[in-house]
């Protein structure tokens, strides 16, 4: 896992390494199996981060079906004929020109090893600078589909292809005795570019060598693409009209790290919007420009938010233009949702591979076309890294002591609410435990009745719950509570009745919409 910091990004400093401690520590994020010394590049996600991706989710869901009356919803299965991939190229392309390192035989993607020049080779099989780990891999951005490289060779049976070809074979082998392997530090070691397939295989049937190899999707679309004509028949739906869906994907990644940024296993939140080709320009600039509206509402920092276009170079085969939303993480600016024309190519490409007619009647301009397809395509493991990433804080409050904040908009926030007794006595925890259990079912509540007031306080200010309320002496004599905010300390009087209207109309007030 490589983890690394951005003193220029604006956020404190050696912010990752403190995210994944503080994840783990707070029950965000664990690592997969870590009893068995965990599985590479999988994680897990415990009572505070659950939360936190599924108010990531329903949020999403909501801005994209419940917000439009032309956009529904799926859910495909994860296994899927293989004819599905060979027809959208990812069998025969979706691949990655690795180079191996012949002194610790890790392997990485040519774009990923950095080029030295100038200084003193390392010894073979010296410590990569900064100490990297054995598990470490290059940082780097990834583009949303791998496929984007083009011209990959098809992979053979055990996942790695055929050596690749490189016209310029002196410039390259310059360029290989330039390299350094970030993870021994060796020089200069490497073997010949060779294409590794990045999809996971699995076999249907009872016996291994005599089942068919199904794949485990490494992109959520697809599943939308070959369902197109039954969503469309099914609830008669006219063009423009969107498909959501939101799944589990899986690449078997070369180079995963930064945390959750680049993972083995993920879930992504996509639409399919359907149009007709000469609208197709008009409705990309709509999405692109309400998608960054949406995130933006989530509460994330605009000057952490920019629009990348794809060059020439970076663009899929299949795309027309495409544009990605970038956030600068402590280790640079890199995608978490991209906004894709994706042309006529999908459709085109099942109805041809499979035979049956993916075209749209238009019956007012009485003519039959394959749509043209938008899509917007989300990370969501990736969005809730910038989540965590934009409101981790800490405060200084003087003698080396420090207050961690997780400054979370109300509507993403875990634990929407605390409630305290002040102290254990006096009927407080017992009108305290009543006011907790009222308030759980529309929301979701922590009692918490342990230390003093200051630490309960911290506590939730650290796991980024927006509100604490506190049953006092007060309470016993009007029937309110004091409401603290977690970001401005600002306390204030509420009815005791009245605390379950008064947080739901907060987090309402602060829950996204792009209008």
Same mark, same amino acid.
């Given at each position: 896992?490589?983890?690394?910091?951005?003193?220029?990004?604006?956020?404190?400093?050696?912010?990752?390494?403190?995210?994944v401690s503080f994840a783990k520590r707070r029950g965000f994020i664990f690592k997969s199996s870590e009893i068995y010394g965990g599985v590479g590049s999988v994680y897990d996600y415990g009572p505070l981060g659950i939360e936190l991706k599924n108010r990531i989710q329903q949020l999403w869901w909501r801005e994209m079906v419940y917000r439009h009356d032309n956009i529904v919803g799926i859910d495909a299965g994860i296994l899927m004929n293989?004819?599905?991939?060979?027809?959208?190229?990812?069998?025969?392309?979706?691949?990655?020109?690795?180079?191996?390192?012949?002194?610790?035989?890790?392997?990485?993607?040519?774009?990923?090893?950095?080029?030295?020049?100038?200084?003193?080779?390392?010894?073979?099989?010296?410590?990569?600078?900064?100490g990297a780990a054995p598990d470490s891999a290059a940082p780097g951005g990834v583009a949303p589909d791998s496929a984007a490289r083009g011209g990959a060779a098809p992979s053979d049976a055990d996942g790695a292809g055929t050596l690749a070809k490189i016209p310029e074979e002196e410039e390259e082998e310059s360029l290989s005795l330039a390299r350094q392997c970030p993870v021994c530090g060796t020089r200069g070691q490497w073997t010949d570019?060779?294409?590794?397939?990045?999809?996971?295989?699995?076999?249907?049937?009872?016996?291994?060598?005599?089942?068919?190899?199904?794949?485990?999707?490494?992109?959520?679309?697809?599943?939308?693409?070959?369902?197109?004509?039954?969503?469309?028949?099914?609830?008669?739906?006219?063009?423009?009209?969107?498909?959501?869906?939101?799944?589990?994907?899986?690449?078997?990644?070369?180079?995963?790290?930064?945390?959750?940024?680049?993972?083995?296993?993920?879930?992504?939140?996509?639409?399919?919007?359907?149009? #007709? %080709?000469?609208? *197709?320009?008009?409705?990309?600039?709509?999405? /692109?420009?309400?998608?960054?509206?949406?995130? =933006?509402? &989530?509460?994330?920092?605009?000057?952490?938010?920019?629009?990348?276009?794809?060059?020439?170079?970076?663009?899929?085969?299949?795309?027309?233009?495409?544009?990605?939303?970038?956030?600068?993480?402590?280790?640079?600016?890199?995608?978490?949702?991209?906004?894709?024309?994706?042309?006529?190519?999908?459709?085109?490409?099942?109805?041809?591979?499979?035979?049956?007619?993916?075209?749209?009647?238009?019956?007012?301009?009485?003519?039959?076309?394959?749509?043209?397809?938008?899509?917007?395509?989300?990370?969501?493991?990736?969005?809730?890294?910038?989540?965590?990433?934009?409101?981790?804080?800490?405060?200084?409050?003087?003698?080396?002591?420090?207050?961690?904040?997780?400054?979370?908009?109300?509507?993403? #926030? %875990?634990?929407? *609410?605390?409630?305290?007794?002040?102290?254990? /006595?006096?009927?407080?925890?017992?009108?305290? =435990?009543? &006011?907790?259990?009222?308030?759980?079912?529309?929301?979701?509540?922590?009692?918490?009745?342990?230390?003093?007031?200051?630490?309960?306080?911290?506590?939730?200010?650290?796991?980024?719950?927006?509100?604490?309320?506190?049953?006092?002496?007060?309470?016993?004599?009007?029937?309110?509570?004091?409401?603290?905010?977690?970001?401005?300390?600002?306390?204030?009087?509420?009815?005791?009745?009245?605390?379950?209207?008064?947080?739901?109309?907060?987090?309402?007030?602060?829950?996204?919409?792009?209008?």
């Open positions: 896992m490589t983890v690394e910091s951005d003193t220029h990004s604006g956020h404190p400093p050696d912010l990752m390494n403190k995210l293989p004819e599905v991939w060979v027809a959208s190229g990812h069998v025969g392309a979706f691949s990655d020109p690795l180079i191996e390192c012949r002194s610790c035989h890790r392997r990485f993607r040519v774009e990923d090893v950095p080029v030295k020049t100038g200084g003193e080779a390392p010894r073979s099989g010296s410590a990569a600078p900064g570019p060779r294409n590794f397939n990045l999809m996971f295989k699995t076999f249907m049937g009872v016996v291994e060598n005599e089942a068919a190899t199904v794949y485990l999707r490494p992109e959520t679309a697809q599943g939308i693409f070959v369902n197109f004509r039954n969503v469309q028949d099914s609830l008669r739906q006219k063009i423009p009209f969107g498909i959501a869906q939101v799944g589990k994907a899986f690449r078997n990644e070369i180079t995963p790290g930064n945390f959750i940024f680049r993972t083995r296993e993920f879930e992504q939140m996509e639409l399919q919007f359907f149009v #007709a %080709p000469e609208s *197709a320009d008009e409705w990309f600039e709509r999405w /692109k420009a309400r998608r960054m509206r949406w995130v =933006e509402s &989530l509460g994330i920092r605009p000057e952490r938010l920019r629009f990348h276009e794809h060059g020439p170079n970076e663009v899929a085969h299949y795309c027309k233009c495409a544009y990605d939303i970038q956030y600068r993480f402590p280790f640079g600016w890199h995608e978490f949702e991209g906004i894709h024309n994706r042309t006529d190519y999908d459709l085109g490409r099942h109805q041809e591979h499979s035979g049956k007619k993916l075209e749209y009647f238009d019956q007012a301009a009485n003519r039959r076309y394959v749509p043209y397809v938008i899509e917007t395509s989300a990370g969501l493991s990736r969005t809730l890294l910038v989540a965590l990433a934009d409101a981790y804080d800490e405060e200084d409050l003087g003698g080396g002591k420090k207050r961690v904040v997780l400054r979370l908009s109300p509507a993403l #926030a %875990p634990v929407q *609410a605390a409630v305290f007794p002040l102290v254990k /006595k006096d009927g407080m925890p017992e009108i305290a =435990e009543k &006011l907790a259990s009222e308030l759980r079912g529309s929301l979701n509540i922590v009692y918490d009745a342990a230390g003093s007031i200051g630490r309960r306080y911290r506590r939730q200010d650290e796991a980024g719950t927006p509100f604490c309320l506190t049953v006092d002496g007060q309470t016993l004599g009007d029937e309110t509570v004091t409401v603290r905010d977690r970001d401005t300390l600002v306390q204030s009087r509420v009815p005791l009745r009245g605390a379950g209207a008064y947080l739901r109309e907060a987090i309402a007030a602060s829950a996204p919409g792009a209008d």
